[in-house]
């Protein structure tokens, strides 16, 4: 015979699934990805109460419904409420924050948003843009998203466009110096020197640069803490 405990667990764990996933359907959630944080923590605290209901035989479980339905109701209620109110969606989920504008790098709102310069690479990497100098916005997303909106010269070509059958393909950009520190490995592996360096920043000096980057066709994107980005076209060696 199956113990009346096991029994208990079983069908009220038949019973919270069931509840969870109507309340969730009903709820709308979009996938996990695009979650807000308030989002995450509902999702956490109904698993949570569905668990101590059903791991616990002396709660009812009316007492264990209670709380699911509860936060429930409080996420639609928020949901309805973000819907009506710009103000109240702004507090509780947050506005996305623009980390490039206009070609240039925010990088206040870098450090604000703590996201460095390599996690920017890499999120623009996965979108197919190799350089920083090929964007033209970048705007994080409440949903820790990272959206991007490219250089009219960094768009997508069709063979109308190239007169063939593929688009030319410039190679991965080499970062001479993030954040104000030079990669001097990375000078050196690309043949050029400090003051070769020197040559490209100008008057800039490199603590003064938030990053620099040199791609496979010779062109150096620079952009100095502050200031306005800048494109030179250079020879490599």
Do not use: C
Not at 51 to 64: C, F, H, T, Y
Not at 141 to 162: H, M, Q, W, Y
């Amino acid at each position: 015979m199956v113990p009346s405990d096991a029994f208990d667990m079983v069908w009220k764990s038949a019973l919270f699934y069931v509840l969870l996933v109507t309340l969730l359907r009903v709820m709308g959630k979009r996938e996990i990805s695009s979650l807000t944080a308030m989002d995450l923590v509902v999702f956490i605290m109904l698993s949570e109460s569905a668990i101590i209901s059903i791991a616990d035989k002396e709660i009812p479980i009316l007492v264990g419904v209670l709380p699911v339905l509860t936060l429930s109701m409080l996420e639609m209620a928020s949901a309805f409420l973000s819907l009506k109110s710009p103000t109240f969606r702004a507090v509780v989920e947050g506005v996305p924050a623009v980390v490039i504008q206009h070609g240039q790098l925010d990088a206040t709102e870098l450090r604000r948003q703590r996201f460095n310069i390599h996690d920017l690479q890499a999120e623009l990497r996965r979108q197919n843009l190799a350089s920083l100098a090929d964007v033209e916005f970048a705007i994080l997303e409440t949903s820790g998203n990272l959206s991007v909106i490219p250089k009219p010269s960094a768009r997508p070509a069709t063979a109308k466009d190239v007169g063939k059958d593929k688009a030319p393909t410039a190679g991965l950009p080499v970062d001479l110096i993030v954040d104000g520190v030079v990669n001097r490995d990375v000078l050196r592996m690309v043949g050029h020197d400090d003051a070769w360096l020197r040559k490209q920043l100008g008057r800039i000096r490199p603590a003064d640069v938030l990053v620099a980057t040199l791609d496979a066709s010779g062109k150096v994107f620079l952009q100095p803490r502050g200031g306005k980005p800048t494109t030179k076209e250079t020879r490599r060696s």
